[in-house]
């Protein structure tokens, strides 16, 4: 299928990626622009957010590279206000930003449980009060936030800020999908399972032997078996923001595999 963002104006917070290869926010940002949306790619880091762009403008789409801190709402707002004035206005927001901490409460230092609420939950929060005002104003809008698996049941891995914050996604999800469902704007959120992307090599590794043994365990660990790529979350996100998605909204939609029907422990 093709086309079935055409006319839509999409912001990616989250379009690069932490490695080589393809990150879940950089295939989103891509399978946007191929579904005929004009893109704004937004990372903390502008090269990450760049080459995101020159991917898309090189298969001859519209991209716009923006640089952002998704912890400070100044940085946010500046950052929609100039995507909105180059565009005109903002269709979909898709919020991809996120890090593990790994340790249980008592490993975790308070400023790494800070750090992950502020960025795994503040940046939902600051990307929704600096678009949902231009989506009210257009008359509508679609929300895709990215989740996790691990916002609804043990995945293996002790990092407990991530599973609350992930949680407190689904929910934000729910939240703003029932305030706005009369005006126009939908949201739902996807919760990727165990997906190989660069940023496992980064931040899970260190829980295995060798990236190796990582990449075995974790595909054993799925019922399909084997782990998912960025592409499986970007096609399930291009539908969510479609029109074809028109009458779904407030679902938090497992990308897994079957993992979240698994009977039993996952590790």
């Given at each position: 299928?093709?086309?079935?963002?055409?006319?839509?104006?999409?912001i990616?917070?989250?379009?690069?990626?932490?490695?080589?290869?393809?990150?879940?926010?950089?295939?989103a940002?891509?399978?946007?622009?191929?579904?005929?949306?004009?893109?704004?790619?937004?990372?903390l880091?502008?090269?990450?957010?760049?080459?995101?762009?020159?991917?898309?403008?090189?298969e001859?789409?519209?991209?716009?590279a923006?640089?952002?801190?998704?912890t400070?709402?100044?940085?946010?707002?500046?950052?929609?206000?100039?995507?909105?004035?180059?565009f005109?206005?903002?269709?979909?927001?898709?919020?991809?930003?996120g890090?593990?901490?790994?340790?249980?409460?008592?490993?975790?230092?308070?400023?790494?449980?800070?750090?992950?609420?502020?960025?795994?939950?503040?940046?939902?929060?600051?990307?929704?009060?600096?678009?949902?005002?231009?989506?009210?104003?257009?008359?509508?809008?679609?929300?895709?936030?990215?989740s996790?698996?691990a916002?609804?049941?043990?995945?293996?891995?002790?990092y407990?800020?991530?599973y609350?914050?992930?949680?407190?996604?689904?929910?934000?999800?729910?939240?703003?999908?029932?305030?706005?469902?009369?005006?126009?704007?939908?949201?739902?959120?996807?919760?990727?399972?165990l997906?190989d992307?660069?940023?496992?090599?980064?931040q899970?590794?260190?829980?295995?032997?060798?990236?190796?043994?990582?990449?075995?365990?974790?595909n054993?660990?799925?019922?399909?078996?084997?782990?998912?790529?960025?592409?499986?979350?970007?096609n399930a996100?291009?539908?969510?923001?479609?029109?074809?998605?028109?009458?779904?909204?407030?679902?938090?939609?497992?990308?897994?595999?079957?993992?979240?029907?698994?009977?039993?422990?996952?590790?």
């Amino acid at each position: 299928m093709a086309d079935r963002l055409k006319g839509k104006i999409a912001i990616v917070f989250g379009a690069g990626s932490s490695g080589p290869g393809w990150g879940n926010g950089k295939a989103a940002a891509v399978a946007y622009a191929r579904e005929g949306a004009a893109v704004v790619c937004v990372d903390l880091y502008l090269a990450a957010a760049e080459e995101t762009a020159g991917i898309i403008t090189g298969e001859g789409n519209t991209a716009l590279a923006l640089a952002a801190d998704v912890t400070k709402l100044d940085s946010t707002e500046a950052c929609v206000a100039a995507a909105a004035k180059h565009f005109g206005r903002i269709d979909v927001l898709h919020n991809n930003v996120g890090v593990t901490h790994m340790g249980g409460p008592v490993e975790l230092s308070e400023t790494q449980f800070e750090a992950a609420l502020q960025l795994n939950l503040g940046s939902v929060y600051r990307c929704a009060k600096a678009v949902i005002p231009r989506m009210l104003a257009a008359g509508g809008g679609a929300i895709v936030n990215i989740s996790s698996l691990a916002a609804i049941r043990w995945v293996g891995y002790p990092y407990f800020a991530y599973y609350a914050t992930k949680a407190a996604v689904n929910q934000a999800t729910v939240a703003l999908a029932m305030q706005y469902a009369k005006q126009g704007i939908r949201a739902n959120c996807i919760m990727p399972g165990l997906i190989d992307t660069p940023l496992i090599y980064k931040q899970i590794s260190s829980q295995y032997a060798t990236p190796e043994e990582m990449v075995a365990a974790r595909n054993a660990l799925v019922p399909m078996g084997q782990m998912g790529t960025a592409w499986d979350v970007a096609n399930a996100a291009i539908f969510l923001a479609s029109d074809e998605a028109k009458f779904i909204t407030g679902v938090c939609l497992p990308v897994d595999g079957g993992q979240s029907c698994a009977a039993g422990p996952l590790a």
